[in-house]
């Protein structure tokens, strides 16, 4: 059975967890949702560690990374678009 990413709203923020994906779904699964977003709609990410090989997907689709407050054992980030 293959896991999916688990996906929600909360206070009118979309948020996405890809904790436990096997690489590269975690990847594919956030740069899917990213590319669906409305523009200036932010997205907080739920990884299991950092994800180093997401950051130049981001760039070049125009989005940048902050890392957040998380509980241990998660790196939490917020995506946003680039301001122009």
């Known amino acids: 059975m293959t896991q999916a990413a688990r996906e929600w709203v909360e206070d009118g923020v979309a948020h996405i967890d890809v904790r436990g994906l096997p690489p590269p779904q975690p990847l594919v699964a956030i740069m899917r949702r ?7 709609q932010d997205l907080v990410v739920h990884h299991d560690r950092d994800p180093v090989l997401l950051y130049p ?7 940048q990374a902050d890392r957040i407050a998380a509980p241990a054992g998660e790196v939490r980030l917020l995506l946003r678009p680039v301001a122009p």
């Open 57 to 63: 997907e981001l760039a070049q689709a125009g989005w």
């Open 34 to 40: 990213v590319l669906s977003l409305v523009p200036a």
